[in-house]
């Protein structure tokens, strides 16, 4: 008879055994893009349920590429771009709160923040809503709180992490002389309470930003030399890859109450790129990508010995240059889909489809537990003073339909915009002259109108540009 230890080991139970990794057809991906060949360990692709967005090459300057998802096939060499930066874009990142509004990270020191149109744009977008300079040096590291609006961290080469509000484009929070040496990666915990950040000086930190303290440390969770890479798990444990001193690539589980021990270290190979985590919480699923390498590994992480089980491996041919990971809302239920990743190679990008496959053609709602929606569950100033507030979740059953385009407005807090004291000795200016509260309304209601006007006509112009491509294309 087999001790039950046994028994237990020989099969573990788990819905994600057979979890099952697929390229789209060939038509479904995004074909003739110049992808970035700037060496810095980002992902180089971030998507949403509405588009994906891609660091590209770019003459004199920095750009990136920005698709709606429904837009597969060859793009258009003249394709329009979002260039606003003068060095090239190291790190882009979609805001969780509004699918329009993505944030760029630059070599140029600066971070952006744009809005995208659902339409395809006539020319590139070069203007961002907000331009947000504080670092010294590049920016390399650009990440949104997941649950307060307009909360944006940065993190450049500086060794300086900055909290904005993107609302209003200010500094929040500059966190200095936390970190001695080139700043790894940066994540935030689930309610954004907390981070964790990896540094060149080979220590794993959590930092409450907002009391900027350093709560827990560890000295070289992996002893080798290269990138360490740590991210937050749902329930606070803390995940890391890196490098053992023989130069072999590891995983690690660690609990922050015991940061001395890890839970779990595992040796996997020998192969040098940094190993780029992506976590979904729903599932407890980590996926792991290595920049160069050909293949993602995926792991689940459970509160069982060995803690760390691994899963499967998707592999293919050809090298990754860089991976972009959907959210779950934007994930096709009615096909069990848990995950989608989108490759980047040299010159494409190829969506990655995990599936568990199921019998059942009805919701499979131990796959889908509710998620994080799109709506914030704080406000900056909330967060700011110290609330701290879980996702707010939506249900999947029915599927995800992303809102239509909502405008992200800034507030530039000013001190010129200090009303006067009341009383006579006002001076009448120029400027001041007595316009009447309705012709002030009727000229405000003619701009918007006016840009009514313009947005219909690019759009026009962008139908017509697209029709005039099928209508050549047909006749070659």
């Not at 046994?6 to 057809?25: D, T």
């Not at 920005?66 to 258009?76: H, I």
């Not at 509004?98 to 744009?114: C, G, K, P």
């Given at each position: 008879?087999?001790?039950?230890?046994?028994?237990?080991?020989?099969?573990?139970?788990?819905?994600?055994?057979?979890?099952?990794?697929?390229?789209?057809?060939?038509?479904?991906?995004?074909e003739d893009i110049r992808v970035s060949k700037v060496t810095?360990?980002?992902?180089?692709?971030?998507?949403?349920?509405?588009?994906?967005?891609?660091?590209?090459?770019?003459?004199?300057?920095?750009?990136?590429?920005?698709?709606?998802?429904?837009?597969?096939?060859?793009?258009?060499?003249?394709?329009?771009?979002?260039?606003?930066?003068?060095?090239?874009?190291?790190?882009?990142?979609?805001?969780?709160?509004?699918?329009?509004?993505?944030?760029?990270?630059?070599?140029?020191?600066?971070?952006?923040?744009?809005q995208v149109p659902d339409y395809v744009p006539v020319r590139?977008?070069?203007?961002?809503?907000?331009?947000?300079?504080?670092?010294?040096?590049?920016?390399?590291?650009?990440?949104?709180?997941?649950?307060?609006?307009?909360?944006?961290?940065?993190?450049?080469?500086?060794?300086?992490?900055?909290?904005?509000?993107?609302?209003?484009?200010?500094?929040?929070?500059?966190?200095?002389?936390?970190?001695?040496?080139?700043?790894?990666?940066?994540?935030?915990?689930?309610?954004?309470?907390?981070?964790?950040?990896?540094?060149?000086?080979?220590?794993?930190?959590?930092?409450?930003?907002?009391?900027?303290?350093?709560?827990?440390?560890?000295?070289?969770?992996?002893?080798?030399?290269?990138?360490?890479?740590?991210?937050?798990?749902?329930?606070?444990?803390?995940?890391?890859?890196?490098?053992?001193?023989?130069?072999?690539?590891?995983?690690?589980?660690?609990?922050?109450?015991?940061?001395?021990?890890?839970?779990?270290?595992?040796?996997?190979?020998?192969?040098?790129?940094?190993?780029?985590?992506?976590?979904?919480?729903?599932?407890?699923?980590?996926?792991?990508?290595?920049?160069?390498?050909?293949?993602?590994?995926?792991?689940?992480?459970?509160?069982?010995?060995?803690?760390?089980?691994?899963?499967?491996?998707?592999?293919?041919?050809?090298?990754?240059?860089?991976?972009?990971?959907?959210?779950?809302?934007?994930?096709?239920?009615?096909?069990?889909?848990?995950?989608?990743?989108?490759?980047?190679?040299?010159?494409?990008?190829?969506?990655?489809?995990?599936?568990?496959?199921?019998?059942?053609?009805?919701?499979?709602?131990?796959?889908?537990?509710?998620?994080?929606?799109?709506?914030?569950?704080?406000?900056?100033?909330?967060?700011?003073?110290?609330?701290?507030?879980?996702?707010?979740?939506?249900?999947?059953?029915?599927?995800?339909?992303?809102?239509?385009?909502?405008?992200?407005?800034?507030?530039?807090?000013?001190?010129?915009?200090?009303?006067?004291?009341?009383?006579?000795?006002?001076?009448?200016?120029?400027?001041?002259?007595?316009?009447?509260?309705?012709?002030?309304?009727?000229?405000?209601?003619?701009?918007?109108?006016?840009?009514?006007?313009?947005?219909?006509?690019?759009?026009?112009?962008?139908?017509?540009?697209?029709?005039?491509?099928?209508?050549?294309?047909?006749?070659?």
């Open positions: 008879c087999t001790p039950p230890a046994m028994s237990r080991r020989v099969v573990r139970q788990s819905k994600f055994r057979h979890v099952f990794g697929q390229p789209v057809k060939a038509d479904q991906m995004y810095w360990d980002s992902s180089f692709c971030a998507v949403n349920p509405k588009f994906v967005a891609i660091i590209v090459e770019s003459g004199g300057g920095g750009a990136f590429m920005v698709l709606p998802l429904a837009k597969t096939g060859r793009v258009d060499k003249n394709y329009p771009l979002v260039t606003g930066h003068t060095a090239p874009v190291l790190d882009i990142d979609w805001c969780p709160h509004n699918d329009n509004v993505i944030a760029s990270a630059s070599e140029d020191t600066t971070v952006m923040v744009w590139n977008i070069t203007e961002p809503v907000v331009t947000l300079e504080g670092h010294s040096k590049r920016v390399g590291i650009i990440s949104w709180h997941p649950t307060a609006r307009n909360v944006l961290l940065s993190a450049g080469c500086d060794n300086l992490v900055i909290l904005w509000n993107v609302g209003t484009g200010e500094m929040l929070l500059a966190l200095e002389d936390m970190h001695t040496d080139l700043i790894y990666n940066v994540g935030w915990n689930r309610n954004g309470s907390l981070l964790v950040t990896t540094c060149k000086d080979k220590k794993v930190r959590v930092i409450d930003p907002r009391k900027q303290q350093i709560v827990a440390e560890k000295d070289k969770p992996h002893d080798g030399a290269r990138p360490i890479r740590a991210i937050f798990m749902a329930d606070g444990k803390i995940f890391t890859t890196g490098f053992s001193k023989m130069s072999e690539r590891q995983l690690g589980l660690w609990d922050l109450k015991n940061f001395e021990e890890p839970i779990a270290l595992q040796e996997m190979d020998t192969s040098n790129g940094v190993l780029l985590p992506f976590y979904d919480s729903d599932s407890s699923i980590v996926y792991l990508c290595g920049k160069g390498d050909s293949s993602i590994r995926y792991f689940e992480i459970t509160d069982e010995a060995p803690y760390v089980h691994y899963l499967n491996t998707y592999s293919s041919k050809e090298p990754q240059r860089g991976m972009g990971f959907m959210p779950k809302r934007g994930l096709d239920v009615s096909k069990c889909e848990i995950a989608r990743f989108f490759k980047l190679h040299e010159r494409k990008c190829e969506p990655i489809v995990m599936t568990v496959p199921r019998k059942s053609d009805l919701f499979q709602d131990d796959l889908y537990p509710d998620t994080p929606g799109p709506e914030p569950a704080l406000e900056a100033d909330e967060w700011l003073s110290g609330k701290d507030a879980e996702p707010i979740l939506i249900s999947l059953r029915d599927g995800y339909v992303p809102v239509k385009n909502r405008e992200l407005k800034v507030i530039k807090k000013n001190i010129l915009d200090n009303k006067p004291p009341p009383g006579p000795r006002r001076s009448h200016s120029t400027c001041d002259s007595d316009i009447s509260q309705s012709a002030l309304e009727e000229v405000l209601e003619q701009i918007r109108v006016l840009k009514e006007t313009v947005q219909a006509q690019e759009k026009r112009i962008s139908d017509l540009e697209n029709k005039l491509c099928q209508f050549t294309n047909g006749t070659d």
